[in-house]
């Protein structure tokens, strides 16, 4: 039994801009872990919104890789990883939860989401990014989106120009499903004044426009508004969910950041009790990665998951996406080569 890990630098064909900063080369960690001639794999994807960086995953993983010496002891995993690091460090704990879940469907010759018993429901058609960039550069994003067939944007913002950036991209996509993400970056009036400019745009749902932890404002944000408010930032752990009941629509469940599709699903069911529309989401990460959160996209309303076809370099194959429709993920565990 031996739990290995590798650090691979993925590049985005383009720069992704968001809000908070402009990125190409995003470091991912593929964890194996194998015992009796079968290997299963996982993703770290860490972002430093959530404390994480290739360095913290990299200086982590020796410690947090103990806990994980029986594959089909799912709640033993999470229990020696809480126990060992309590709160942080969730895109490890994902790689490693991962791992294991892919070693058990392999080892009895199943995808993992029948391992699971989920849902066999197509998937709802993912989101296709445009990052921040300058208008005319977003309107291209946007255009050569449209033209590959993508039928929903997901539109970054959080600017003084916001509001030309989306009347813009409404001009160049007039029949696309428009999302908005602000990515926290909105003030309380800024966020006011936008309401009229999504509902002109016939903006389909807007994520995380305020700071994470204003709650409040987000609550009354949502009694002002039409759109739907959907929280991504204000949800790190799966018991953040109760809370955000309040004062959003719904919440995106993004793998890397709730410790694992295990967590993800623990996330999804408090969702639903608590009456919340849900959204499977990704980081910048490879097919891999993505194809674990499409294990769960059957069960949800809106899925963005994108992350690996923003990729120059995906190192993983075996997803199939037409005209911006990702196929449930066939095969074996993960359902995704390397190479
Ligand atoms: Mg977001």
């Known amino acids: 039994m031996s739990v290995s890990w590798e650090t691979l630098e993925l590049h985005t064909a383009q720069p992704f801009g968001i809000a908070r900063w402009t990125h190409s080369v995003y470091p991912r960690t593929i964890v194996t872990f194998t015992q009796d001639g079968i290997v299963g794999r996982g993703e770290a994807a860490p972002n430093a919104f959530y404390g994480e960086t290739h360095g913290t995953v990299e200086a982590v993983l020796p410690l947090l890789a103990e806990a994980l010496t029986d594959p089909w002891d799912w709640d033993g995993l999470r229990a020696g990883l809480t126990a060992r690091m309590p709160h942080d460090h969730p895109s490890v704990k994902c790689a490693l939860e991962m791992a294991a879940l892919e070693w058990c469907a392999v080892s ?44 929903v944007l997901k539109v970054k913002l959080g600017t003084e120009r916001d509001t ?7 001009e160049e996509a007039p029949k696309v499903a428009l999302r908005v993400d602000a990515n926290a970056a909105w003030t309380r009036p800024q966020a006011k004044r936008m309401l009229g400019v999504l509902d002109a745009a016939r903006v389909e749902l807007l994520e995380q426009p305020l700071a994470a932890d204003d709650l409040a404002g987000h609550a009354e944000l949502r009694r002002l508004s039409r759109v739907p408010l959907v929280a ?56 891999l990665g993505i194809s674990a959160a499409a294990h769960l996209a059957g069960l949800c309303d809106w899925a963005d998951l994108d992350g690996a076809l923003l990729l120059a370099d995906d ?25």
């Open 164 to 170: 030309a950036i989306l009347e813009a991209l409404r």
């Open 232 to 287: 991504d930032e204000s949800l790190h752990h799966v018991r953040d969910v109760i809370a955000l009941a309040e004062a959003f629509d719904g919440v995106n469940l993004k793998l890397a950041k709730l410790g694992g599709p295990l967590q993800a699903l623990a996330a999804l069911r408090l969702a639903r009790a608590h009456g919340l529309s849900v959204m499977i989401g990704c980081m910048i990460e490879s097919s």
């Open 315 to 339: 190192p993983f194959t075996g997803l199939e996406w037409t005209a911006g429709e990702l196929a449930r993920p066939q095969g074996v565990g993960w359902g995704v080569t390397r190479g």
């Open 108 to 151: 009895v010759g199943l995808p993992v989401w029948k391992l699971l018993g989920l849902s066999p429901a197509p998937l709802p058609r993912s989101s296709y990014t445009v990052s921040l960039a300058d208008i005319p550069d977003m309107r291209r994003q946007a255009r050569e989106a449209v033209a590959a067939g993508h039928t």
